[in-house]
């Protein structure tokens, strides 16, 4: 049985922005065209404001520079180790209604 890993990330540009004194997205258009990045005001707002799914690596370097820091200041990860169950041949799942387990009173009638 092999164990599954589930990895997460924070994305942290605006936090270590307002460390910075950066309150503003467009704060950054600039920093960042002086470093040969040129993206429009609405691409720096949602890569402050939103989780990216990629990124290039010149824009990560970019955003280091201008921060002073390390990629790991600007993306925080996280891994943990998520249970494997086993079924067996037996196994049935529970039924999404659990009052079905409940059981029924009986009721007992004279016989004629």
Not at 82 to 104: F, N, Q, S, Y
Request: overall charge positive; charged content about 25%.
């Amino acid at each position: 049985m092999t164990k599954k890993r589930t990895v997460t990330y924070t994305w942290r540009l605006r936090e270590v922005m307002a460390e910075h004194g950066m309150f503003h997205t467009t704060d950054l258009v600039e920093p960042l065209r002086e470093r040969g990045i040129h993206l429009s005001v609405s691409q720096v707002h949602r890569l402050v404001t939103s989780v990216p799914e990629r990124l290039s690596l010149q824009v990560l370097a970019a955003l280091c520079d201008i921060f002073a820091t390390d990629p790991a200041e600007l993306v925080s990860t996280s891994a943990e180790n998520v249970g494997v169950r086993k079924v067996t041949a037996g196994d049935r799942p529970a039924p999404a209604d659990i009052a079905a387990l409940r059981p029924k009173r009986a009721r007992i009638t004279p016989t004629e």
